[in-house]
């Protein structure tokens, strides 16, 4: 038993930033090749790798989902945690709805029906990060039941729907258990996707990875990089939105 523990804790070598990171990154090119191809032509790259990349942008959401629920745990504030989703909430909703707005023929776009009733993915972290301190909170189970029901139907309207909340509660709820957090994950994953539409063993594998470096590489600690990274994290969504926008409002001037 020893030497099986010693053997997995060898295996441990990712650390938070670093996991951020490489979330960041393949969302940042998976989403640029997507949503560009109309104008680049698909940058000429081999089909397969264009797949590639395009297919692992989807291990960036259940990262940050996880780090929502490691957040609540770590932060020194969680007002000031909830204030800061907020308001990357109400900042990226701007990007959000031109970028999803644009169209050739109408470049300049802003659909204030989709800023009402679509919210962007960090909306859904906010709503996760609301379940956890509900269901953390000291009031009757019956309340806070109706809480986490109203913080997953607000879900509706995100993103993610009511499935992004769900996961988060369940990273944390399961925090000290990861084969049973992991076995959690996989079934909402099932579920979500045959809700979405039906199963698809691609993007089932894709959504698992995340998953699985989380319980066997993943070692807890913050990381190495400059504090600015902090900051980065979470301008970086709203950011690399707005600059798919820009180009393509560029191309179509």
């Given at each position: 038993?020893?030497?099986?523990?010693?053997?997995?804790?060898?295996?441990?070598?990712?650390?938070?930033?670093?996991?951020?990171?490489?979330?960041?990154?393949?969302?940042?090119?998976?989403?640029?090749?997507?949503?560009?191809?109309?104008?680049?032509?698909?940058?000429?790259?081999?089909?397969?790798?264009?797949?590639?990349?395009?297919?692992?942008?989807?291990?960036?959401?259940?990262?940050?989902?996880?780090?929502?629920?490691?957040g609540y745990r770590y932060t020194r504030s969680k007002k000031n945690y909830f204030?800061?989703?907020?308001?990357?909430?109400?900042?990226?909703?701007?990007?959000?709805?031109?970028?999803?707005?644009?169209?050739?023929?109408?470049?300049?776009?802003?659909?204030?029906?989709?800023?009402?009733?679509?919210?962007?993915?960090?909306?859904?972290?906010?709503?996760?990060?609301?379940?956890?301190?509900?269901?953390?909170?000291?009031?009757?189970?019956?309340?806070?039941?109706?809480?986490?029901?109203?913080?997953?139907?607000?879900?509706?309207?995100?993103?993610?729907?009511?499935?992004?909340?769900?996961?988060?509660?369940?990273?944390?709820?399961?925090?000290?258990?990861?084969?049973?957090?992991?076995?959690?994950?996989?079934?909402?994953?099932?579920?979500?996707?045959?809700?979405?539409?039906?199963?698809?063993?691609?993007?089932?594998?894709?959504?698992?990875?995340?998953?699985?470096?989380?319980?066997?590489?993943?070692?807890?600690?913050?990381?190495?990089?400059?504090?600015?990274?902090?900051?980065?994290?979470?301008?970086?969504?709203?950011?690399?939105?707005?600059?798919?926008?820009?180009?393509?409002?560029?191309?179509?001037?």
């Amino acid at each position: 038993m020893t030497s099986k523990m010693t053997y997995l804790d060898r295996l441990k070598i990712v650390d938070r930033d670093l996991l951020k990171w490489i979330a960041l990154f393949f969302m940042g090119i998976g989403h640029f090749l997507l949503y560009t191809s109309d104008e680049f032509h698909m940058f000429g790259l081999p089909g397969p790798l264009l797949r590639f990349f395009i297919m692992m942008e989807y291990i960036a959401p259940p990262i940050f989902f996880f780090f929502i629920a490691e957040g609540y745990r770590y932060t020194r504030s969680k007002k000031n945690y909830f204030l800061r989703l907020l308001v990357m909430t109400l900042v990226t909703q701007i990007p959000y709805v031109l970028f999803h707005s644009f169209s050739p023929e109408h470049p300049v776009t802003f659909d204030p029906v989709m800023f009402l009733t679509n919210w962007n993915v960090i909306a859904t972290l906010l709503l996760g990060l609301a379940a956890i301190a509900i269901w953390d909170s000291a009031k009757h189970p019956v309340l806070k039941a109706a809480g986490i029901l109203l913080c997953c139907g607000a879900g509706w309207y995100t993103e993610w729907g009511f499935f992004g909340v769900l996961f988060i509660l369940s990273f944390y709820l399961f925090r000290e258990r990861p084969w049973i957090r992991f076995a959690a994950y996989e079934l909402l994953l099932l579920l979500y996707l045959l809700c979405m539409g039906g199963f698809n063993w691609p993007l089932f594998l894709v959504f698992s990875l995340p998953n699985v470096i989380i319980v066997l590489f993943y070692n807890g600690k913050k990381g190495r990089f400059p504090t600015f990274s902090k900051y980065f994290f979470y301008c970086f969504y709203p950011a690399h939105l707005f600059l798919v926008y820009l180009v393509k409002l560029a191309y179509h001037a």
